[in-house]
């Protein structure tokens, strides 16, 4: 395989790992119904709404992630014991669960007394690692998306209030996560990509933590490759300057009248201007530091002006 066969074969499977690290936590299972309501409640804070009607209330997510959507429907399915309604328009799903009061009360997302939209995670419903597992797991297929090899990992959320604890929520297992807002929307990222792969593990990716390492691997390759090309280029630049320069005042020397040792090295020196000191002493069969110091007295001899060329 060529280096730019590797490269592209690289760049594709940059360009899959969102998706593939989705659709692999997607088909995940969820064990306990608290975390099928921790999931639900992330899915809903991300890529949700609400359709309040009197006394009615449904909610809706939208996503163009197929396996995702089947996910989603399924969870809240389970939680309701009524299937959800799914339709598709163009690229993008829609999840419709209706009468979703009870089902909004249990994910912590509506008090369902006022009917008031929550602005916090609840503690008590990510309060086991599983259960807070499912919460990032859920907001990472609602509102995630992941960008490698910039390592760029982040959940948008439509309330800063439930973002900032979502970065505190990640905190709690050594996850590095920074907050912001982009296009009226909050958004808690990671970059680095230490806390990527810990939260990918966290979610329950092991094939995406194992494609993130794979990648991370072949680009630290890949650079150390280039520096060392790059190393390589300017010693060979280095190499042949010193040889030019050397020559430069060899030519001026009448050879004739030095010593056999010096006038082999300053002969070697002058037939191979481009050879390193390494090539040019194993040609004369003698040590490198012995071909420098017969190379040294001889620009001695031109530095104090003696054994010219005549005429």
Request: aromatic share 6%.
């Amino acid at each position: 395989m060529t280096g730019a066969d590797a490269n592209t074969e690289l760049e594709e499977a940059e360009s899959k790992l969102c998706k593939a690290s989705k659709e692999e936590l997607a088909a995940k299972p969820l064990s306990s119904r608290k975390e099928k309501a921790a999931f639900l409640s992330a899915v809903l804070f991300t890529s949700g709404s609400l359709l309040i009607h009197g006394s009615c209330v449904s909610a809706s997510v939208s996503t163009q992630n197929e396996a995702f959507a089947k996910t989603a429907a399924s969870v809240a399915q389970s939680l309701t014991g009524k299937p959800a309604e799914v339709t598709l328009g163009g690229k993008t799903f829609e999840i419709l669960i209706a009468d979703a009061v009870e089902l909004l009360g249990e994910c912590k997302v509506l008090d369902p007394e006022k009917r008031v939209v929550l602005g916090s995670i609840d503690s008590e419903l990510t309060g086991e690692q599983s259960e807070a597992a499912a919460f990032v797991r859920g907001a990472y297929l609602g509102g995630g998306s992941l960008i490698v090899p910039k390592y760029h990992l982040e959940f948008s959320f439509g309330k800063k209030s439930i973002a900032e604890d979502f970065e505190a929520l990640l905190g709690r297992f050594g996850i590095k996560a920074e907050l912001t807002a982009h296009r009226g929307r909050a958004v808690v990222y990671a970059k680095d990509s230490e806390s990527i792969s810990d939260c990918l593990a966290l979610m329950g990716g092991v094939k995406a933590v194992l494609s993130l390492n794979s990648i991370m691997a072949a680009r630290q390759m890949s650079a150390h490759i280039n520096r060392q090309q790059n190393c390589d280029m300017h010693n060979i630049d280095k190499q042949i300057n010193t040889g030019l320069s050397q020559c430069a005042y060899l030519k001026e020397l009448d050879l004739d009248s030095v010593t056999a040792g010096l006038k082999e090295a300053g002969l070697a020196r002058l037939a191979h201007p481009d050879y390193s000191y390494e090539q040019l002493a194993a040609m004369l069969g003698i040590t490198k530091s012995g071909l420098k110091n017969r190379l040294r007295r001889l620009k001695e001899l031109y530095d104090r002006g003696g054994c010219f060329k005549s005429g």
